[in-house]
């Protein structure tokens, strides 16, 4: 069976993985980096199977170990936007959260397609294209993502 990889295991990533066992698409890994977070959300998911009548394997987990080899890897990890935070705020503190993920996805699945759900969007899929690019010209410093 295929392997999904959902990168944050807030609402987001955990409806992604819900929508993803119900349809029996593949076996699924949640990551957070709150401790704790993906394995509760895994267990919630693996409680339900039964209920649902779904049998993908789902694991929970804060270590990018788990990742490895996944068909696709959806990043929906970064903060949310706060009353009063400016767009561009929220892209300074969201593009080290997207960086960092990108260099762990890189590492574990190199082969993977790449889904991006983090906000600001269209700076976060930016930053993940210019990271692709310039990892394959083995350069990646930031700059030619316009962000550092």
Known sequence: MPKVSIIGAGNIGATVAH???????????????VEGLAEGKALD?????P??????KITGSNDFKETKDSDIVVITAGLARKPGMSRDDLLKKNTD???????QVAKYSPDCIVIVVSNPLDAMVLLRL???????????????????
Not at 45 to 49: S, V
Not at 97 to 103: P, Y
Not at 130 to 141: F, G, L, M, P
């Open 19 to 33: 929508l993803i066992a119900l349809k029996k698409i593949a076996d699924i890994v949640l990551i957070d980096v």
């Open 45 to 49: 998911m693996h409680e339900a199977a």
């Open 97 to 103: 959260v997207v960086k960092s993920v990108t260099e």
């Open 130 to 148: 210019n990271k692709q690019i310039s990892k394959k010209q083995n350069n990646w410093d930031g700059r030619n993502s316009g962000y550092k």
């Open 51 to 56: 209920i649902e009548e779904y049998d993908v």
